[in-house]
């Protein structure tokens, strides 16, 4: 009877969990949309929405190493690679699906890579939120600057994915990416199929296949 008390306070700790990384991830893509209204250099829309995230998540940063222990047990649902966590991460690949495609990059990506991005900005920002949980600097500082230091950088990296003599070497990265981080990651959203685009979105990429 006892443990069958405790597994129902566990699932209850649970369900409480992932209600909070449902609303924070909803917060954040509110946050961030409204950040980059008029903007349209990617590397910008790329810093604003990972700013947003660490300002959205900034009350919690008490508690972080905390959320952090048990999500990182692959097992976990809370695990925000789970299929538990599919609604949030959706949630977020939707998100730099936006910042992709509100920015002036957009029409020049690689079709591949284009389908692909939002997934890998979302692993970015597991990254980012990885550092985060570990930086005990006023204002998680070092965060802000890494932030600022790595999305130019990234936004580089995209744009050179356009030219005619890298795009081998961005065929082997998709394939790669598919075949050994996509697989570990429950429900995962890299295909168009997987989630509905918001309209302006649609119309964009509608406008590549058509070039």
Not at 73 to 92: G, K, V
Request: net charge neutral; proline share 6%; aromatic share 10%.
């Amino acid at each position: 009877m006892s443990a069958t008390l405790l597994d129902i306070g566990w699932v209850s700790k649970e369900f409480l969990i992932q209600g909070f990384y449902d609303r924070m991830t909803h917060e954040h893509l509110v946050d961030a949309r409204a950040r980059m209204e008029g903007r349209t250099d990617f590397a910008e829309r790329l810093a604003i929405a990972l700013e947003s995230w660490i300002d959205c998540a900034a009350p919690y940063h008490e508690f972080a190493a905390q959320f952090f222990r048990t999500a990182a047990d692959p097992n976990s649902a809370l695990s925000p690679f789970s299929n538990e966590s599919h609604p949030a991460r959706a949630t977020a690949v939707q998100l730099f699906r936006e910042v992709l495609d509100g920015s002036d990059l957009a029409p020049k990506i690689d079709p591949e890579l284009d389908e692909l991005l939002p997934d890998l900005l979302w692993l970015h920002l597991m990254v980012v939120v990885l550092y985060w949980v570990f930086d005990r600097t006023d204002d998680t500082e070092r965060t802000r600057a890494f932030v600022q230091r790595c999305s130019p950088f990234v936004a580089k990296l995209v744009t050179l994915s356009r030219y005619r003599v890298f795009r081998p070497l961005v065929r082997d990265a998709v394939d790669m990416v598919k075949e050994f981080v996509l697989p570990t990651i429950g429900k995962t959203t890299a295909s168009r199929a997987a989630q509905p685009a918001a309209p302006e979105a649609k119309t964009k990429r509608g406008r590549r296949a058509k070039a």
